[in-house]
């Protein structure tokens, strides 16, 4: 007699990287309305720093040089005339260092559909105190606004977002460019009103 056959190895399982998990979103919900009516076209928004539960917007292009204090609940906080503004096309706001190192709201007039602009301005101006959740929200206007007057080395650009270092007070610029492309500016430092 023969021996016995040698068991036949089996064919090695193909090995594949794991796959990583679809990015998926979930569905959109509706988490408060804003209830301050005068918002119209409210185009960006930041959270204080010094008052938690606020949040600081304002409207695009075509509107009064103003910012809005809303709460979690949606309920207006304040509405302040930015002093020494113009709203040529406010897109957004971010919140940094003030000249002083507290808490100033950075508002970006920084849109150019047209890209014909020869300069953007930010407006730089410490936050200012809102009025009491529940209580008649107050109307007023913010300090002098510090005017940062900036020009691309490249030409005219729309842009729609503005980020500032919450210590060092560096800014970014994003642009908004067709198909899709977006490039990133940054500010000389120190910012220097004028």
Not at 55 to 71: A, K, Q
């Amino acid at each position: 007699t023969s021996p016995p056959a040698a068991p036949t190895p089996a064919a090695a399982a193909p090995t594949s990287a794991p796959q990583p998990a679809a990015c998926k979103y979930a569905p959109t919900k509706k988490m408060v309305e804003v209830q301050d009516r005068a918002l119209k076209e409210a185009s960006a928004l930041t959270a204080s720093q010094r008052w938690p539960g606020v949040y600081w917007t304002l409207n695009d292009s075509g509107n009064s040089p103003m910012i809005y204090g809303v709460d979690e609940q949606g309920k207006s906080r304040g509405t302040f005339r930015v002093e020494g503004a113009d709203n040529v096309d406010w897109e957004a706001i971010a919140l940094g260092p003030g000249k002083d190192g507290s808490p100033a709201l950075y508002i970006g007039d920084i849109g150019d559909n047209d890209e014909k602009r020869k300069e953007i301005q930010i407006y730089r101006v410490p936050e200012p105190e809102p009025g009491q959740a529940g209580g008649r929200p107050p109307s007023g206007k913010t300090a002098a606004a510090e005017i940062f007057r900036l020009a691309y080395p490249d030409g005219a650009h729309d842009a729609e977002a503005l980020l500032v270092h919450p210590s060092t007070g560096e800014v970014l610029i994003v642009t908004k460019e067709v198909p899709g492309r977006a490039t990133v500016y940054k500010a000389p430092l120190p910012l220097t009103a004028g």
